[in-house]
């Protein structure tokens, strides 16, 4: 009893610890309410997109995950994004986060245009990381 009543503890410290705002490295970027949710669904977006890719590289599809990273993720998506909307709201090294995703992945698309999916998979992982250097400093609540 006494041993489940630390760990129950020692866990609340532990959750406790990771939700709270104080600690957290990441610099809270503000921006209006709807801008948010629109930011958040251009993310969930972007989740799917690396889904359908991985789908159809899987399936060898290279001509159509290659079609996909363009269109959904490359320099052609900004403006379906409104990312120019966005973009405002970001401070300079967060914008450049963006940029860096969006050109990562147009590379990436070329990559696979040219058939080969170990150099593909390279150029994804460039991609992907770009994603998780904007995660690990900005957040927006
Ligand atoms: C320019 C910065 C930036 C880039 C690049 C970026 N994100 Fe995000 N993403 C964010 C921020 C900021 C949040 C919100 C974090 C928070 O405050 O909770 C977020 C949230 C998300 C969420 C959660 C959405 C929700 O509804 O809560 C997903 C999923 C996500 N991103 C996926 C991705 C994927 C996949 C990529 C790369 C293809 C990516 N993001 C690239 C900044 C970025």
């Avoid at 899987?58 to 900004?78: F, P, T, V, Y």
């Amino acid at each position: 009893m006494k041993n489940i009543k630390s760990v129950a503890i020692l866990l609340l410290l532990l959750t406790n610890n990771i939700s709270n705002a104080e600690d957290d490295p990441r610099l809270l970027v503000q921006m209006p309410e709807m801008m948010q949710q629109h930011m958040l669904s251009n993310m969930r977006d972007h989740l799917n997109t690396l889904n359908e890719i991985i789908a159809n590289m899987a399936d060898g599809k290279l001509d159509k995950a290659s079609d996909i990273a363009e269109q959904r993720l490359g320099m052609s998506s900004l403006e379906s994004h409104g990312a120019s909307h966005l973009a405002q709201y970001m401070p300079d090294a967060m914008q450049q986060a963006g940029t860096n995703m969006h050109h990562a992945a147009s590379r990436f698309a070329l990559k696979l245009q040219e058939g080969d999916v170990k150099s593909s998979l390279n150029a994804f992982s460039e991609v992907t990381s770009a994603c998780v250097a904007c995660h690990a400093s900005y957040r927006i609540r």
